[in-house]
Nanobody, 127 residues
Framework: QVNLVESGGGSVQAGGSLRLSCTAS????????MGWFRQAPGKEREFVAA????????YYGDSVKGRFTISRDNALNILYLQMIDLKSEDTAVYYC????????????????????WGQGTQVTVSS
């Protein structure tokens, strides 16, 4: 069991930056692969980024590649998403999630492979 709480969302102008945090409770954070997803109004939940718990391999959605960076601090049980050059289309609720069953990129991009989810944090980018 792991509880996830996101923070760091807010409103920013296009071209700006934000860093999201996801704080995990429990002592098993290092056993989970971690991911970020987002969902805009009227749209399906979209894969943003993920990081493997063993190899540290990182995966990114095509729309954020080169602008977003995922990282994790296992000592503090925190997952981060650094976002730069934000665009209006990045506006969404951002969720962090934890998985035990993902091994390949195709696993990480599917939300159904994640067992635990945070409540989400709103990111609004104005143009």
């Amino acid at each position: 069991q792991v509880n996830l709480v996101e923070s760091g969302g807010g409103s920013v102008q296009a071209g700006g930056s934000l860093r999201l945090s996801c704080t995990a409770s429990g002592r098993t954070f290092t056993t989970y692969g971690m991911g970020w997803f987002r969902q805009a109004p009227g749209k399906e939940r979209e894969f943003v980024a993920a990081v493997n718990q063993d190899t540290g391999t990182k995966y990114y959605g095509d729309s954020v590649k080169g602008r977003f960076t995922i990282s994790r601090d296992n000592a503090l049980n925190i997952l981060y998403l650094q976002m730069i050059d934000l665009k209006s289309e990045d506006t969404a609720v951002y969720y962090c999630a934890a998985t035990l069953v993902a091994n390949y990129r195709s696993d990480y991009v599917s939300s159904t492979n994640y067992r635990f989810w945070g409540q989400g944090t709103q990111v609004t980018v104005s143009s």
